[in-house]
T-cell receptor
Framework: DTGVSQNPRHKITKRGQNVTFRCDPISEHNRLYWYRQTLGQGPEFLTYFQNEAQLEKSRLLSDRFSAERPKGSFSTLEIQRTEQGDSAMYLC?????????????FGQGTRLTVV | KQEVTQIPAALSVPEGENLVLNCSFTDSAIYNLQWFRQDPGKGLTSLLLIQSSQREQTSGRLNASLDKSSGRSTLYIAASQPGDSATYLCAVTTSGTYKYIFGTGTRLKVLA
């Protein structure tokens, strides 16, 4: 098991373009999370899935953001009409409940720069 | 609304010193608390997980304690080394939701 994998690691895009990020969770994990982190801040929750169902979305997730997790496996996060304020590190995490024990594991993140 | 605060925001210590990082949360109805390490430009590495029924967890030179009633957790690092230099983040999950709420982190620098 190689852990949570995110691609691409870095993305530079022009303002107004659409971008899509991919996250592959640890294979047996049924929960998948997306977070956004800006410099000097802790990660901010965006959304999470349990299997293929999107159970919660943050108010930070504007209409330009959409996330999917088809078949409860990998997930994609798409940002439409990117703005400079979208520049951040986008982190994905996965977890699986074993009894009362739930530990989250994070990927290396995708750093987005909007120019 | 759950809020997580970490003090201090930054810390610089000489090598070999024992140190304590603090994390406080406003809603004591937590499911668990997890400490992470983050190196510059990298993702998060899980260090310790404390379930709500536990008081502490230990891993090597790290010890994390949890006091739910007072809304506090501490991460104790023994005999600090330059390789411990990183940002340390704590996160809680609150009962009824599985999302993790993070503090802003403590940026630690251990001087050789």
């Amino acid at each position: 098991d190689t852990g949570v994998s995110q691609n691409p690691r870095h993305k530079i895009t022009k303002r107004g373009q659409n971008v899509t990020f991919r996250c592959d969770p640890i294979s047996e994990h049924n929960r998948l999370y997306w977070y956004r982190q800006t410099l000097g801040q802790g990660p901010e929750f965006l959304t999470y899935f349990q299997n293929e169902a999107q159970l919660e979305k943050s108010r930070l997730l504007s209409d330009r953001f959409s996330a999917e997790r088809p078949k409860g496996s990998f997930s994609t996060l798409e940002i439409q009409r990117t703005e400079q304020g979208d520049s951040a590190m986008y982190l994905c995490a996965s977890s699986s409940r074993q009894g009362s024990y739930t530990e989250a594991f994070f990927g290396q993140g995708t750093r987005l720069t909007v120019v | 609304k759950q809020e997580v605060t970490q003090i201090p925001a930054a810390l610089s210590v000489p090598e070999g010193e024992n140190l304590v990082l603090n994390c406080s949360f406003t809603d004591s109805a937590i499911y668990n608390l997890q400490w992470f390490r983050q190196d510059p430009g990298k993702g998060l590495t899980s260090l310790l997980l404390i379930q709500s029924s536990q008081r502490e967890q230990t891993s090597g030179r790290l010890n994390a304690s949890l006091d739910k009633s007072s809304g506090r957790s501490t991460l104790y690092i023994a005999a600090s080394q330059p390789g411990d230099s990183a940002t340390y983040l704590c996160a809680v999950t609150t009962s009824g939701t599985y999302k993790y709420i993070f503090g802003t982190g403590t940026r630690l620098k251990v001087l050789a």
